[in-house]
Nanobody, 120 residues
Framework: QVQLVESGGGLVQPGGSLRLSCAASGSIFRINVMGWYRQAPGKERELVAAITSGGNTNYADSMKGRFTISRDNAKNTVYLQINSLKPEDTAIYYC??????????????WGQGTLVTVSS
């Protein structure tokens, strides 16, 4: 199994910055793709960004510019830097990982989410 634990969320004023972290643990052979999604109140979950083990990134069009995804393969950790935060960025941010276990089983796993609230 693979477990994901997010951290770094909280209350931030408009214009501020946050760095979210997501650490993967468990019977991991390789983590192929790690990504961040978010779900705002009353809205569907949407992709923010994803990154492959080789460092290739993919951003949702609306997320380009203020969001930066990165990962540390040695630590099985993915990060999301969010700058110039806006009230509409308020959402639960979820980590997702597509991983291959030691048993060579491919799993898609979600974290429990971390709440980001942008408000003055």
């Amino acid at each position: 199994q693979v477990q994901l634990v997010e951290s770094g969320g909280g209350l931030v004023q408009p214009g501020g910055s946050l760095r979210l972290s997501c650490a993967a643990s468990g019977s991991i052979f390789r983590i192929n793709v790690m990504g961040w999604y978010r779900q705002a109140p009353g809205k569907e979950r949407e992709l923010v960004a994803a990154i492959t083990s080789g460092g290739n990134t993919n951003y949702a069009d609306s997320m380009k510019g203020r969001f930066t995804i990165s990962r540390d393969n040695a630590k099985n950790t993915v990060y999301l830097q969010i700058n110039s935060l806006k009230p509409e960025d308020t959402a639960i941010y979820y980590c997702n990982a597509d991983a291959t276990t030691i048993a060579r089983v491919t799993l898609n796993t979600w974290g429990q989410g971390t709440l980001v609230t942008v408000s003055s």
